[in-house]
């Protein structure tokens, strides 16, 4: 390599313009991605420090107009330089451009304005809003009970929490300001250094297993041992509570601690947990801050104003000078894995941040990936159990239901017999009932009515997906057939793509019980900013006595009036023509099951299905995770899926069809000519074939997958078919490491 591609100004427009130089020969060992360096730039030749992002050994304009670089930046290495290199090891390891990678890793100066800050407090006393408190709850106002139950344990609360999570309208607030029961406070300057403007909570204190984990990862810490920690805990295990108090040790030793978790599960309780424990120095990344609100925060962070970021996987990005621990909580979900590019996961993202930072892992789940548990088991990460209930130790009692007992004893309804007698004591209780339907936006699999088979690939061992003009794909190798009319196992007609939606589940709920006032939760409901919220905490008030919807409903809130899960169809999950699938409906129905019966009333979870005999849902059904996880683990190494290889996806996006075709074309014969080159490994080059979603706004969508032994060997091969990049401008080149989905 003689020639270093620097960039001199680390700001949003400028990320794309990089300046070559040529590397005097003294310092071509020392040179890397990431690095500082003196340089001199322009006609006036100004000393600037610039930033190393790529290394090539071809000159871009005429070599006698290269300049040279002065000097490396030996001492007190950036954080900017950190985030370069960061940024180098994702687009390595998980494709795109450098650009696109910068683009992800560092933060964006945008013009801030500054905004009032408004916080709400009590202006009565303590015993006279307890009075209060009984007084609003006797007339079931329930807004106002609410707000002055959270203002008795933790105030002041910021105004945008209590009109957002806590749900509380401004009429209310209005109302209980003009009565002097509470008050508005407004800061100019939001957050302080010194400030801490919290009240000690009541402290939880650790049950013996919680306490030997903190202990494990405290003990590390302190030895300088930086491990990743896979702790497994069963939903209500007292997860959080760990992570609180090991923050809390790793905090007291002057470093930060950066805690990612799904967007979805950033709930008003997680807020408060936080807050009450560390005050004004944890902040919060959501997808609702504008730029310029991101940004700040980001400074706060890199000022030192901040020890904890708390958010989804962009706050990886936060620029701490400090960084001690990263905390990765639902560690499972596939939202960690970018659908940008770079397409990276978090998850590795942050270990490889550890690494160049000296911190630790901490990574948690009830039900975790396959990759993480097969790692734990191979030693590379510490396995640490939580095996009980925090507060209530009872597991709720599972009942699986065979549909096709139903449909035999002439029940065409969607509620076999067993839930609807459920549901009907639920409602003679007054008690709750969450029905859940694990449908995906794009499951297209078609099953049997009769016999509850879904129609696979021969050669993929996963189902076809149906396609508009009326034919079955594969995704995985390209098999097509046109749709059967008669079921392949049994002979019955009754063969169809899977069609129940949320709404006609709640359709049907009001007929069967007209008398039950239900809610519905899904994408179309929560189309409006806060009205995910507002749902969940009407549910929670008790507003509902059934919640119909789909994913989203399992995840975060306790919901203490909750005694019957009922889920609708196991199966559709599981139907997916995506390698996944059979992990993924595990960890919808054990995340799932875990809602009913988290308090001191006892749960019952009701679960419909085909195919009651499926190890996904008898394991679930047990909460038996290693179960699972043994007879998963020896599916994905029969055909070869990760964790037991690697999946590169190449996906070929462009506006002209026979074009694009022919480009991946192109591109899959130079992988197969790579395959044969490394004869030595398992390499197996599938496809060219049209994506599921074959075209997209007018864009046509080909795709080749890659598998291998071994991952290296496929960022190699990115690396080769990079190149093709430049041979059509007009064609879009993604690739997509051990994708979650299928294309
Ligand atoms: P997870 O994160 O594993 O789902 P949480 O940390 O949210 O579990 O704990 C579940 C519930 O149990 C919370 O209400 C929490 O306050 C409570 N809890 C956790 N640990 C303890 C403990 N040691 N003693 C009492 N309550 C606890
Ligand atoms: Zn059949
Ligand atoms: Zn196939």
């Given at each position: 390599m003689l020639y270093a591609d620097i960039i001199v100004d680390i700001s949003h427009e400028s990320l794309d313009k990089t300046y070559q130089y040529k590397i005097p020969e003294h310092l071509t060992e020392q040179v890397k991605v990431g690095l500082p360096a003196d340089i001199t730039f322009g006609s006036g030749n100004r000393h600037l420090t610039g930033y190393i992002v790529g290394l090539s050994d071809k000159p871009k304009i005429e070599e006698h107009r290269i300049k040279e670089i002065e000097g490396l930046v030996e001492k007190g290495i950036a954080i900017e330089s950190r985030m370069i290199t960061l940024a180098h090891w994702m687009k390595e390891n998980f494709g795109g451009t450098m650009n696109d990678a910068l683009r992800t890793v560092l933060s964006v100066k945008k013009s801030v304005k500054p905004v009032e800050k408004k916080q709400i407090a009590l202006a009565v006393d303590r015993e006279t809003a307890e009075k209060l408190l009984k007084e609003y709850a006797r007339k079931h106002n329930v807004a106002r009970a609410r707000l002055i139950k959270e203002l008795l344990t933790y105030q002041p609360i910021p105004k945008e929490l209590v009109t957002g999570k806590l749900n509380v309208s401004g009429a209310t607030l209005k109302a209980l300001e003009e009565q002097n029961i509470i008050t508005t406070l407004v800061e100019e300057v939001y957050r302080t250094a010194s400030g801490k403007n919290y009240i000690n909570s009541t402290r939880v204190v650790l049950n013996e297993n919680q306490q030997k984990i903190c202990d494990t990862i405290c003990k590390d810490y302190d030895n300088g041992l930086r491990n990743t920690y896979l702790i497994h805990g069963v939903t209500g295990s007292g997860k959080t509570e760990v992570y609180l108090q090991t923050i809390e040790h790793i905090v007291a030793k002057g470093r930060q601690v950066i805690v990612l978790i799904p967007e979805i599960a950033l709930t008003y309780q997680t807020v408060r947990r936080f807050t009450e424990r560390f005050g004004n120095r944890v902040a919060f990344l959501h997808s609702r801050l504008s730029m310029g609100e991101r940004y700040d925060q980001y400074r706060l962070a890199k000022e030192g104003k901040l020890d904890i970021m708390i958010g989804p996987?962009?706050?990886?990005?936060?620029?701490?000078e400090n960084l001690g621990a990263i905390v990765i909580d639902e560690e499972h979900e596939s939202s960690y894995k970018s659908e940008q590019v770079p397409k990276y996961h978090a998850r590795e993202t942050a270990i490889q941040l550890a690494q160049m930072t000296d911190s630790c892992v901490i990574l948690g789940s009830a039900t975790p990936s396959l990759e993480s548990y097969e790692r734990a088991q191979q030693g590379e990460y510490v396995l640490l159990e939580l095996k009980q209930r925090a507060k209530n130790a009872k597991l709720p009692e599972v009942e699986i239901v065979d549909l096709k007992e139903e449909m035999a004893a002439k029940n065409?309804?969607?509620?076999?017999r067993a839930l609807q007698q459920e549901m009907a004591e639920r409602l003679i209780r007054g008690e709750q009932t969450m029905l859940f339907l694990n449908r995906r936006g794009y499951s297209g699999s078609v099953s049997c009515r009769s016999c509850g088979k879904p129609i696979m690939c021969p050669h993929c061992s996963v189902s076809l997906t149906l396609h508009y003009d009326q034919t079955l794909h594969c995704h995985y190798c390209g098999h097509t057939v046109p749709l059967p009319d008669k079921c392949p196992e049994c002979g019955s007609p009754y063969i169809a793509a899977f069609g129940t939606g949320t709404q006609k589940v709640e359709e049907a709920v009001k007929k069967l019980f007209p008398q039950a006032r239900v809610l519905r939760m899904d994408a179309d409901t929560t189309k409006e900013k806060e009205s995910y919220e507002k749902i969940l905490s009407s549910f929670a008030n008790e507003g509902a006595d059934i919640l119909v919807g789909t994913q989203m409903i399992v995840k975060g809130h306790d919901f203490p009036k909750v005694t019957l899960v009922g889920i609708i169809a196991a199966d559709l999950s599981l139907n997916?023509?995506?390698?996944?699938s059979s992990e993924r409906t595990f960890q919808l129905l054990a995340q799932a099951a875990g809602r009913a019966g988290r308090d001191e009333l006892p749960g019952k979870v009701i679960i419909q299905t085909y195919q009651p005999e499926h190890y996904s849902i008898t394991t679930a059904a047990k909460e038996d995770y290693s179960g699972f996880f043994r007879q998963e683990m020896s599916f994905r190494k029969m055909m070869k899926y990760p964790p037991k290889a690697h999946i590169l996806a190449v996906l070929c996006i462009g506006r002209d069809e026979a074009r694009t075709e022919q480009f991946c074309g192109r591109v899959a014969l130079a992988a197969k000519q790579y395959a044969k080159e490394h004869a030595g490994e398992y390499v197996a080059v599938i496809g060219p074939t049209k994506a599921?979603?074959?075209?997209s706004n007018d864009f046509f969508r080909n795709l080749i997958y890659i598998k291998a032994d071994n991952y290296d060997i496929l960022t190699k091969l990115a690396s080769v078919l990079?190149?093709?990049?430049?041979?059509?401008?007009?064609i879009i080149l993604q690739m997509d490491f051990d994708p979650m989905g299928s294309y």
């Open positions: 996987r962009s706050a990886l990005f936060t620029p701490f065409r309804s969607m509620f076999s997916v023509s995506d390698y996944r599921s979603v074959a075209k990079d190149a093709f990049r430049e041979q059509d401008k007009t």
